[in-house]
Structure formats: structure tokens, C-alpha cells
């Protein structure tokens, strides 16, 4: 009982009465000041209006029967006989009887209809906020039955246009938010195991199988550049993990990076290395953006060796940094499909699968981009170029510069 003297019904309840109340109240009162205001001169001019006197000279009258006759106005100047005030002293005892008895009467009445008045405005006020507050039980009921195993489930609210529906659906967006995070957590926790336990799978093989036995110095030579090569992959592998932790963590300080002379150093160091066939151009703008330089560095990096890893044999690179703000990274490859550009921007995520070959990478490098982009307040969109180019193309806007229109087709990565 005390929880629900204690509830937002209980209040919604005393608030929605209270006004209910207040206004009969002051209904009543408005009519009982102005009826008090006009009652004794509409009584007194009815009353006054008339006069007793003999009817014998009516027809269908018994006679001597004291009837009222029509009220006689005196002459201007004459005055009245001791009869005439008299009957003017009884008019107006009878006019203030009259309206006392009124008065009386319409108070009494008042304040019957105003206590109904008031018990039927409690219990309406109590149905009123049950059907208020009716939403927010099944919003807190959901709330409280949801678990890492029925993220499922929505409130799915059937209801008219309103802030509680708007409520309930922000909600249900929430929901959708938190599963695809719980999702993606899952999938990266099941990858990273994966990826860290596929070379320790095969150090154990070429420690076990390879050098077993009194090997010969070849053989031993060979393990050896195998172990060295698997250590160096998990190495790389344990690096990206600690950046894409940083870049989640977000920026402690920033300061004004020359995002062009950035770009222009690592396009120096991608066209050393890039196949000699894979033609790279580059149309950089000036552009200082705020942020850490280490962090872009290493975005700008990532896209640049996904660019190259990923195109074909006399393929085309391009790298645009525009005034308004927009780093544009396109280069060709296979045709992908659209439908498959979101999951590229997760980690461990790839577009065939790993054939655990020499510099495949371990499928973190745009995950990567997208989380520093996020921690600089960047929009990374990414977006597969037609046929028969194909390609990736990624675009990442930085706040520092003026919004820009998206092209239709982009996926928001960030």
C-alpha cells in the first residue's frame, strides 16, 4: 500500500483530481457569485410586477377570491396611501424570503454535487493515469526481463502518435543498437580466439612435428623462418589489437594535423611499395584538421595498404583530400557486392575467406579506420565501385570541414 501511495500513479492521481476539483469548485462558486449578484432584483421586479387585490369583475371567478392583479404605477408628484406601502413593505419581505430560500437551497446543492463531483474526479483521475502510465509498465517490464539472450525482444507499441510512442520506438531503437553491438562483440571476442589460436596452432605443429627427432640444419632453418614469420603475423596481430583499443578509447589531447602533408608521406611510402603496375594518383588539397597524429597517421595508412593489398593486377589507386574536409581513398579489385560493404568496417571481418597466406592481414585494418574516425568526430562511409572496376571506395569527413552531400549508395561506417 505504501509503495502505491508512493507511485507516479498516486501522484498523477492527487494532480489530475486537484485540477478536476479545483475546476468544479470554481464553477460552483462563479454561479452561486453571479446568480447572489442578480437574484433579489429578478425576484423583486417579478414580484413587484403584481399586486393582490378583489377580481370580482373577472369572469369564471369565485367571488371574494383574492387574486394578483396587474401592479398600478403612481402619477409623477402622487403620493402613495398607507395601503400601497404597505403592500410595497410586504413585496419586499417576500423578495428577500424568496432569496434567502433560493440562496439556501442552491448552496446545499453546491456542495452535494460538488463532493459527487469530487469522488468521481479522484477515481477518473486514477483511470486517467493507468491509461497514461500503461505504456511506460510494459516499457519497464520489457527493461526488466531483457538479458544478453533476449535482446530480441521489442516493445513493439501500438499507440497514436505521441511522446510515449515516440518513446517506445526510441526505446526499440536502443534495443536494435545494443543487439548488433552484443552481436559484434560476440563475433570479435570469437575471432580474436580464433585468430590468436591459429598461430599458436602452428608454432606448436613446427616445434612438435618439424624438429622432432635429430632434423637435419635445413630443416632446422626452415622451422626456423616459419616461426619467426608466424611470430611476426602475431605480432602485427597484438599491435592492431592495442590500436584499435586506443582509437576506442577515444582522444586525450588534440592539436592541428596537416592532414595533405600526411597523406602525401604515406603515398610516398605506398607507391615504394605498390606492384609496378598499379597506377597511383593523388589530388591533395591543404587541410588542417584537430587530432592525433599518430592516430591519422595510421588511419590514413590502413586505408592506403587496403587499397593496395586488395586491387589487381594494373589497377588504379586514387587519393583525394578536398579543402571542404573529405578524405577519399578509391582503388579497384573485385566487384563486391553492396550488401556486403557494412560487415568490411568490422573486425576480423574479410571479404573472401583467410587462406592463411604471407601478408594476408588479419581483417582489422578498416575496422581500424572507422574507429579512429570515430574517435575524431569523423564520418567514415564506404561504398563498392561498380563493374568492372570494382573496388572499394571510403570517404571520411572531418568535422573541421563543411558538411558535403553523401552520394547515394555510401555505407555510414562511422
Known sequence: ???????????????????LLLAGGGLIALINILLRNGLYTRISGAVMTTRPGYADQ??????????????????????????????WRATQNLT??????????LLIVSLVALAVFAVLS???????????????????????????ANLHERIGLKAPPGELKRL???????????????????????????ELRTPLAVQRAAAEIGLAGDPPPQKVARIRSKLIEVADSSQHLVESLLLLAVSEEGLEATEPVDLRALAEAELAAARATAPQDLLVVGDLAPLTVAGDRTLLGHLVRNLLANAVRHNRAGGRLEVTV?????????????????????????PFRRRAERQHT????????????????????????????PAPG?????????????????????????
Not at 8 to 16: C, F, I, P, Q
Not at 326 to 335: D, E, I, R
Request: proline fraction near 8%.
Open 1 to 19: 500500500m505504501r509503495a502505491v501511495l508512493h507511485s507516479e500513479r498516486a501522484r498523477l492521481t492527487v494532480l489530475y483530481g486537484s485540477l
Open 58 to 87: 373577472l369572469p369564471n371567478v369565485i367571488p371574494g377570491h383574492r387574486l394578483p392583479v396587474p401592479a398600478e404605477k403612481l402619477d409623477p408628484g402622487a403620493t402613495p396611501t398607507p395601503e400601497q406601502l404597505e403592500q
Open 96 to 105: 428577500t424570503a424568496v432569496e434567502q430560500a433560493t440562496l439556501h437551497e
Open 122 to 148: 479522484i477515481w477518473l483521475a486514477w483511470w486517467m493515469a493507468g491509461r497514461v502510465l500503461r505504456p511506460l509498465g510494459v516499457i519497464t517490464e520489457t527493461a526488466r526481463r531483457l538479458s544478453g
Open 168 to 194: 517506445a520506438d526510441t526505446f526499440d531503437g536502443m534495443l536494435d543498437r545494443m543487439e548488433d553491438l552484443v552481436g559484434a562483440q560476440r563475433r570479435f571476442a570469437a575471432n580474436a580466439a580464433h
Open 322 to 346: 578536398s579543402p571542404e574536409g573529405v578524405l577519399t581513398v578509391s582503388n579497384t579489385g573485385p566487384v563486391i557486392e553492396p550488401r556486403d560493404v557494412p560487415r568490411l568496417l568490422e
Open 358 to 385: 604471407a601478408g594476408e592481414g588479419a581483417g582489422l585494418g578498416l575496422s581500424i579506420v572507422a574507429s579512429i574516425a570515430r574517435a575524431h568526430g569523423a564520418e567514415l562511409t564506404a561504398r563498392a565501385n
Open 390 to 414: 570494382g573496388g572499394l571506395m571510403v570517404r571520411v569527413w572531418f568535422p573541421a570541414g563543411a558538411p558535403a552531400a553523401r552520394p547515394a549508395g555510401e555505407t555510414p561506417g562511422a
